[in-house]
């Protein structure tokens, strides 16, 4: 998949510690080169020239995989590591937290609250900030006695003689509020994790106290999943789609579904008439979002199909059919966005094509000026964290009438209209033009330049890059 993103600043960090492999004997370099991913080149020059060919023949959208696979072997000092991750998760646009937020957060902690564990919490730490020197033996030498870091002052000021620092003085002294977004909120999940506090009413004391300060830049920690039976706390958005998980999904439709209430107490629904006419997802939506492999979970075993491939198949193919055949821009933009994921599809979010959004059992007609002005949505993804995605594709019957002879201003305005709706119930919505996507060829092209935008925007995985 195209990406065309800067990684200017990920390869110059990945390329200082490249460099410590010159380390390594001639005939041993190549196997480090390949143990990192980076094409192995012959025995000539000099090891530095022989390693400069080699990156340099690693291409912007390698470095990834090359940067993590020196995390994972612990490749380069501590604030090298702490570089590299950074430039990494720089990619995934992680939300601001200004510096007057971060203080005044840091001042309404309590280090007691935070610290019941001196280890889990100097564990913590150390995968976050760079609490003391690589020399340290060294240094201890020179001065007859352990030399000074940070571990050492955070051991005496915070567990030795608590109440020296305040969580301020601690988050100063860490670098905490000179560290980059992404750091300092994944430093902010790691103090409420369970890695730190067992105990989930401290946690939640802890969660409010920080969203109060963390709503003034329009984020929050949010009850995500379970960890070990403590609850799991990541940090979202509150722009983006509300908190509530879906309950019915009825998707796929050919006709308008006949819909009753089963337990109108409860807001139990009931789809009746032919159940070929719509499908409808009623399973719990994971916190991960709603990803291919669970919906066709969901579809081996309401169909009753043993084989994946089978199962695969025929869902894609029934999800196919429900597509406009008057809208080649729809079932291009469909086709495209699986041919461009390709197997990885399915750990990556559903298309669902075809989405009830509003249903009335009048018509517009019937109904007046208080009818719903969206039915349908063309697709919809539900992503991480309840935040959802709606893809729609306009032909000219969106802005025309007299069969696109003539312009419609009132017809734009509803669409313009329900756009802000669904944008204040917590969709994001993107719209494409149908004449971009009429050609195939074209649909292919512009997700592939599409896809990798969205999914870094909303943190989707790697694997979709």
Known sequence: MADSRDRSILRRVVGDVVALLGGHSHPRLNAAFVELGMPAVPEEGTKAERLERSFAQVPDSDLPLVANRILAAGQGSHPQRFRIEDALWAESLPPEIPTRIRRELARSLDLDVMTPSESRFMAMLSQYWVLGSELGPVLDAFFGSEGPSIKGDIEQHVFRN?????????????????????????????????????????????????????????????????????????????????????????????????????????????????????????????????????????????QKIQDDAEAKASLYKRLHRCLPKNSPGQQNLFGAYHHVLGDRVHELPVLLPEVWLHWDPRTVRERGPQALLRSRMDFLLLLPHGQRIVLEVDGSQHFTRDEGRRPDTAKYAKMVAADRDLKLRGYEVFRFGHDELEVARDAQALMEQFLPALFRRFEIGAGAA
């Not at 009931?270 to 719990?284: A, H, S």
């Open 162 to 302: 608590p109440g020296d620092w305040t969580a301020e003085d601690l988050f100063e002294h860490l670098g905490a509020f000179e560290a980059g977004d992404a750091r300092f909120a994944r430093f902010l999940e790691a103090i409420v994790s369970a890695d730190v506090l067992l105990d989930e009413s401290a946690q939640r004391l802890l969660v409010d106290t920080i969203n109060e300060h963390l709503r003034g830049a329009a984020i929050e920690l949010r009850e995500t999943g379970t960890e070990g039976g403590y609850p799991r706390f990541t940090l979202v958005s509150t722009r983006l789609a509300g908190s509530r998980k879906p309950k019915n999904i009825i998707f796929a439709s050919l006709t308008k579904p006949d819909i009753r209430f089963k337990n109108a107490m409860d807001n139990d629904i009931d789809v009746v008439g032919d159940p070929e006419n719509q499908l409808v997802y009623d399973r719990p939506t994971p916190d991960h979002g709603l990803r291919w492999r669970d919906l066709q979970a969901w579809w081996q075993d309401t």
